[in-house]
């Protein structure tokens, strides 16, 4: 099977590297982060008119029709400049909702306005004791003549400070734990009973906790059948992993490299550290973690095709087990081979391991997804 990129993706893979590499070093990714935005509006505005925030829809909604391969090469090039901008929260995340749970007047009205930038989304799903079980949803949605009143909280909503609409998860039926009974909510960022309080994570980037009392949500904001949302959810959840595996791939990329670098410049006893052999072996042990995460990274986007929603879900919670694995060892054996430079906050090296160590605990940690693999093998539902 032939794993190179289309002429059209090179092409595409080019102009976002050509322009990360002028305009997002690390020096201003830094300065972007004290922001008050905590991204770039320019860059935002290139991946809209580049078409990046219209690939993975289609193209009667005014996307570009891309495949989860088109979603393997964006990520990975965002993670090796360690973007900020709410790509992966709006086209990803939310777009997969969009795709298969909106309606066909909501995707004409939604997606071209994602795809020309002048929309920002963000999934509020997670809640403080839900951990990483999807159909653990507390917070109540009840149809009240024509809106939906919504109460409770969401937590770690990733880019939410900038979000102009969420898309949230609420109980229409059911009790907590229920499979059925979660619908989904477009809810704007500016609804009466909605409120957020931001914060900083670990890697830079920004999250909110959402608080919903008695905000009201007019009926039509209903995305899909009342009650059956879980399923799209569960989609977009996965396509959120295969996206962050991606990343971690061109992360680990970065960081070989920055080490590799330095034990080449580096020099201890008059001679450079590169030259000791059991730090060669432990440098080729990181190339080959790397490459081998690359491979798991395919496999997960290849998973997003499969029709077969047992064996999809199994794919990509493999991928990502070994990726938080894979990461973890990368990440720990870079910091350790720069020595004590490697963790101040003046090296990049250290937000690359902040950031690879964040995209393991999203969505599901290594135990989460082992187990997950494992229910799989059994025969457990």
């Known amino acids: 099977m032939n794993f190179d990129y289309n002429p059209d993706q090179v092409t595409l893979q080019d102009s976002l590297k050509r322009f990360l590499d002028k305009n997002y070093s690390f020096a201003?990714?830094?300065?972007?982060?004290?922001?008050?935005?905590?991204?770039?509006?320019?860059?935002w505005e290139f991946y809209a008119d580049i078409g990046l925030l219209g690939l993975p829809f289609e193209e009667a909604h005014?996307?570009?029709?891309?495949?989860?391969?088109?979603?393997?090469?964006?990520?990975?090039?965002?993670?090796?400049?360690?973007?900020?901008?709410?790509?992966?929260?709006?086209?990803?995340?939310?777009g997969s909702l969009i795709k298969t749970a909106a309606s066909e007047e909501q995707k004409l009205d939604w997606i071209p306005r994602?795809?020309?930038?002048?929309?920002?989304?963000?999934?509020a799903h997670t809640e403080p004791e839900s951990r990483?079980?999807?159909?653990?949803?507390?917070?109540?949605?009840r149809l009240n003549g024509k809106v939906f009143v919504l109460n409770g909280s969401k937590a770690v909503v990733l880019h939410g400070h900038v979000a102009d609409a969420f898309l949230v998860s609420a109980r229409t039926q059911g009790a907590d734990h229920s499979q059925e009974g979660i619908s989904l909510f477009?809810?704007?960022?500016?609804?009466?009973?909605?409120?957020?309080?931001?914060?900083?994570?670990?890697?830079?980037?920004?999250?909110?906790?959402?608080?919903?009392?008695d905000c009201?949500?007019?009926?039509?904001?209903?995305?899909?059948?009342?009650g059956g949302a879980l399923a799209s959810i569960e989609i977009a959840l996965e396509c959120g992993n295969a996206a962050l595996c991606a990343e971690a791939t061109g992360i680990m990329t970065v960081m070989n490299e920055l080490t590799l670098a330095y034990l080449k410049t580096r020099q201890q006893f008059g001679v450079t550290i590169g030259s000791f052999q059991a730090l060669q072996h432990r440098m080729v042990e990181m190339l080959i973690l790397e490459q081998q995460s690359r491979s798991m990274a395919i496999l997960a986007a290849q998973a997003l095709?499969?029709?077969?929603?047992?064996k999809r879900a199994r794919d990509v919670s493999a991928a990502k087990a070994y990726i938080c694995q894979a990461a973890q060892k990368v990440g720990q054996e870079a910091i350790q081979l720069h020595g004590g430079i490697g963790v101040t906050h003046e090296v990049s090296i250290a937000h690359y391991f902040k950031r690879l160590t964040m995209i393991t605990l999203v969505l599901g940690d290594f135990n989460h997804h082992l187990g997950k693999v494992s229910d799989h093998l059994l025969g457990q539902p």
């Open 28 to 43: 201003k990714r830094q300065e972007l982060s004290l922001s008050q935005e905590s991204m770039s509006s320019k860059t």
């Open 62 to 94: 005014g996307g570009m029709g891309g495949s989860p391969s088109d979603t393997l090469w964006i990520m990975e090039t965002l993670g090796q400049h360690l973007t900020l901008e709410p790509y992966w929260s709006t086209a990803i995340l939310c």
């Open 114 to 123: 994602i795809t020309e930038g002048s929309l920002k989304l963000a999934l």
């Open 132 to 141: 990483y079980q999807s159909a653990r949803v507390s917070t109540q949605a």
């Open 186 to 213: 477009w809810v704007d960022a500016t609804s009466p009973g909605l409120s957020a309080q931001t914060y900083t994570t670990q890697d830079g980037a920004r999250a909110c906790d959402l608080t919903l009392k």
């Open 216 to 226: 009201q949500v007019p009926a039509q904001n209903l995305i899909g059948a009342s």
């Open 305 to 310: 095709s499969e029709s077969d929603p047992p």
